[in-house]
């Protein structure tokens, strides 16, 4: 049994498609919080822009 888990810890196979998912997910997370950020600071310039107007 001790040695079947070893070889299941020392296992590398699996590890790239975690891996590109979670790099995947860090991306949307990014992504969206850069958009959001910026669609709350473009909404902000137009209602700058059309109050002078």
Known sequence: MR???ANLLADDSG???VEYGLIAALIAVAAVTILTSVGTNLTSVFS????KL
């Open 15 to 17: 590890v790239t498609a």
């Open 3 to 5: 040695a079947f888990l």
């Open 48 to 51: 700058k822009v059309a109050s």
